[in-house]
């Protein structure tokens, strides 16, 4: 096999064979010494990306993060949207479920001021249920508002028992 380099001094191609690599003669143009260099395999060398990225696991959190926030900027977060982001998730190293959870983990805490709202009122609205629904529609949350009701009701029950209210507690799926 031949092997081709350049003269350092002049540039000048040269070819050689691999019995020769490490001999040193004369350039053919510039008659600079050349010592044959040791085949370059630059061409074969394989780049493998290491499966899981090398940094903190609370660094690739905090770029699902970012990711969530850059899509709910963009409108209400669907199923499709959701499978996307359990995809990129998985792309970072993390888990299908991190996604899931950062969504939710949003929802919480836009949902913590309308909570405290019914917890000290002991009435849900229809306009804190309107609220509701679009923080579901934003995060694609499920929450079943079904199971809430009749803890609302029971929590007035205690209330007028004169007996102090539990939080309230909210199915998220
Ligand atoms: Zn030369």
């Given at each position: 096999?031949?092997?081709?380099?350049?003269?350092?001094?002049?540039?000048?191609?040269?070819?050689?064979?691999?019995?020769?690599?490490?001999?040193?003669?004369?350039?053919?143009?510039?008659?600079?010494?050349?010592?044959?260099?040791?085949?370059?395999?630059?061409?074969?060398?394989?780049?493998?990306?290491?499966?899981?990225?090398?940094?903190?696991?609370?660094h690739r959190k905090?770029?699902?993060?970012?990711?969530?926030?850059?899509?709910?900027?963009?409108?209400?977060?669907?199923?499709?949207?959701?499978?996307?982001?359990?995809?990129?998730?998985?792309?970072?190293?993390?888990?299908?479920?991190?996604?899931?959870?950062?969504?939710?983990?949003?929802?919480?805490?836009?949902?913590?001021?309308?909570?405290?709202?019914?917890?000290?009122?002991?009435?849900?609205?229809?306009?804190?249920?309107?609220?509701?629904?679009?923080?579901?529609?934003?995060?694609?949350?499920?929450?079943?508002?079904?199971?809430?009701?009749?803890?609302?009701?029971?929590?007035?029950?205690?209330?007028?028992?004169?007996?102090?209210?539990?939080?309230?507690?909210?199915?998220?799926?």
């Amino acid at each position: 096999m031949e092997l081709k380099f350049e003269c350092p001094t002049c540039g000048q191609h040269i070819s050689a064979t691999p019995a020769q690599i490490g001999v040193t003669a004369p350039c053919p143009n510039c008659k600079a010494a050349v010592t044959v260099p040791a085949r370059q395999d630059d061409d074969q060398a394989v780049f493998v990306l290491p499966t899981k990225l090398p940094f903190l696991k609370s660094h690739r959190k905090k770029i699902l993060e970012a990711k969530v926030s850059e899509l709910v900027s963009l409108g209400p977060v669907d199923e499709s949207i959701e499978a996307k982001l359990q995809d990129f998730a998985v792309a970072l190293g993390l888990e299908k479920a991190d996604a899931t959870a950062v969504l939710t983990g949003r929802f919480t805490t836009e949902f913590e001021p309308i909570k405290r709202r019914m917890e000290s009122s002991f009435v849900l609205t229809d306009s804190d249920l309107e609220e509701i629904e679009t923080l579901k529609k934003k995060y694609n949350v499920n929450l079943t508002l079904s199971r809430t009701a009749p803890l609302l009701r029971a929590i007035y029950l205690l209330e007028s028992k004169h007996e102090l209210p539990p939080p309230i507690q909210v199915d998220l799926f």
